[in-house]
């Protein structure tokens, strides 16, 4: 029988091709200027705010989140949802106050002169109860987000928390360090004092994610696929699809001059 680091690792070299071209990206020597940046954030915004509701996807299909209250099957994924659920939701800004990660994302835009005007108004359209794709639409959020925020709904649409978990994982958890790593080091030494929220940001996804939420996320996979191989391949898919997604979000972030559609 597989270890749970047998599994992942076999599950993380199968995806390393479609990861390697994903890190490889041009995107990330193009951030030469505070324009080219908050290009970047005006479109990444859009990832940090869908990955929030995959996270609650996976609190709402692993712990219980009605009334009455019932205990769900398994405790240890309940436990490891619900520990990664606090540090994204309500991790500390620089001031020591309570902020989920998006606003603290959402605070670091609006200190370097980013726009948030679209992702303010996908928030509010979501909130008056227009769908993803209706609050996309009035955000004027382009192709590339529309394409990628719409995987990301799909994938929860299905209702399989594995492949949720996996979209999650190594989408996400599994993949963000190391492509923030590329940016934080050159950012803080371009742009000394200009960046102090996001550099920030960068600073607590590497620690959080790379030392306590991917292997809690790597452990939830394995919970979650156990023995059956059909459920593996099915993460694996997913997991392409995700990098697959990242790469062409992207490939579709527009040289400076060329803006969101007006609502």
């Known amino acids: ?9 076999y599950l993380q070299q199968a995806v390393e091709p479609t990861r390697q071209q994903l890190l490889n990206n041009g ?6 200027t505070l324009s080219d940046l908050r290009r970047f954030m005006e479109h990444h915004i859009f990832a940090v705010w869908d990955f929030m509701s995959l996270l609650k996807a996976l609190q709402r299909e692993l712990t219980c989140v009605r009334v009455p209250w019932v205990p769900t099957a398994n405790p240890a994924t309940r436990r490891l949802i619900n520990e990664i659920v606090l540090g ?12 989920s990660h998006f606003e603290l994302y959402v605070q670091a835009m609006d200190e370097c002169g980013a726009n948030t005007a679209p992702i303010r108004r996908l928030v509010a359209a979501v909130e008056a109860g227009q769908s993803v794709r209706q609050a996309l ?3 004027g959020a382009p192709t590339s987000v529309r394409e990628f925020v719409e995987t990301t709904f799909d994938i929860i649409s299905q209702g399989k928390p594995h492949e949720i978990a996996a979209a999650f994982t190594f989408g996400r958890e599994d993949l963000i360090p190391a492509i923030f790593r590329q ?32 292997p809690l996320a790597h452990q939830m996979v394995h919970e979650l696929c156990g023995d059956d191989p059909t459920r593996w391949q099915d993460c694996q898919q997913v997991a392409v699809r995700c990098l697959e997604a990242r790469m062409a979000l ?8 060329v803006a969101f559609v007006p609502a």
Do not use: C, N
Not at 1 to 9: G, L, V
Not at 195 to 211: M, V
Not at 250 to 257: E, F
């Open 1 to 9: 029988m597989k270890t749970t680091t047998d599994s992942i690792a």
């Open 27 to 32: 995107l990330y020597r193009r951030l030469d």
């Open 88 to 99: 994204e939701e309500s991790d500390i800004d620089l001031q020591g106050r309570p902020v």
């Open 137 to 139: 639409h009035a955000a």
């Open 183 to 214: 940016l934080v080091v050159e950012l803080r030494d371009r742009f000394p004092g200009q960046l102090d929220t996001f550099t920030y940001y960068l600073d607590r996804h590497i620690e959080l994610d790379e030392d306590v939420h991917a």
């Open 250 to 257: 992207w490939d579709g972030i527009q040289p400076v001059g």
